[in-house]
């Protein structure tokens, strides 16, 4: 998946999580293998839930405010975000493309979302 950005650029991926079954972890995990297999470093809220529940934290005992606080932290050291489909359903995914676009990160799009 070649999205025109030099190889290497951190690209950030963003879409629906609550409510979805699993958080939606196995397609932002589909959508990050892609962009890794096409040389790109990719940034996953899915990834960043995975190391929380490794510490020993529980995400559902975690305000949505400190996932997001982490989530904008990482979103700032990209050089892109990819809109995943749903992304305009998700609360979430709206405020970090709001903040990606104050970063002056190029924006991607998922066909069809």
Request: charge should be negative.
């Given at each position: 998946?070649?999205?025109?950005?030099?190889?290497?650029?951190?690209?950030?991926?963003?879409?629906?999580?609550?409510?979805?079954?699993?958080?939606?972890?196995?397609?932002?995990?589909?959508?990050?293998?892609?962009?890794?297999?096409?040389?790109?470093?990719?940034?996953?809220?899915?990834?960043?839930?995975?190391?929380?529940e490794d510490a020993g934290q529980v995400l559902s005992e975690?305000?949505?405010?400190?996932?997001?606080?982490e989530d904008i932290r990482e979103l700032s050291k990209c050089?892109?975000?990819?809109?995943?489909?749903?992304?305009?359903?998700?609360?979430?995914?709206?405020?970090?493309?709001?903040?990606?676009?104050?970063?002056?990160?190029?924006?991607?799009?998922?066909?069809?979302?």
């Amino acid at each position: 998946m070649q999205l025109g950005l030099p190889l290497a650029a951190k690209i950030y991926l963003s879409g629906p999580m609550t409510g979805i079954p699993d958080f939606n972890f196995p397609e932002f995990d589909r959508i990050a293998k892609n962009l890794r297999d096409a040389g790109y470093d990719v940034v996953s809220p899915a990834d960043l839930n995975r190391k929380r529940e490794d510490a020993g934290q529980v995400l559902s005992e975690i305000f949505y405010s400190d996932f997001m606080k982490e989530d904008i932290r990482e979103l700032s050291k990209c050089d892109a975000i990819y809109m995943m489909k749903g992304w305009r359903y998700s609360p979430g995914a709206k405020h970090e493309l709001e903040n990606a676009l104050v970063f002056a990160l190029t924006v991607f799009f998922q066909e069809g979302s």
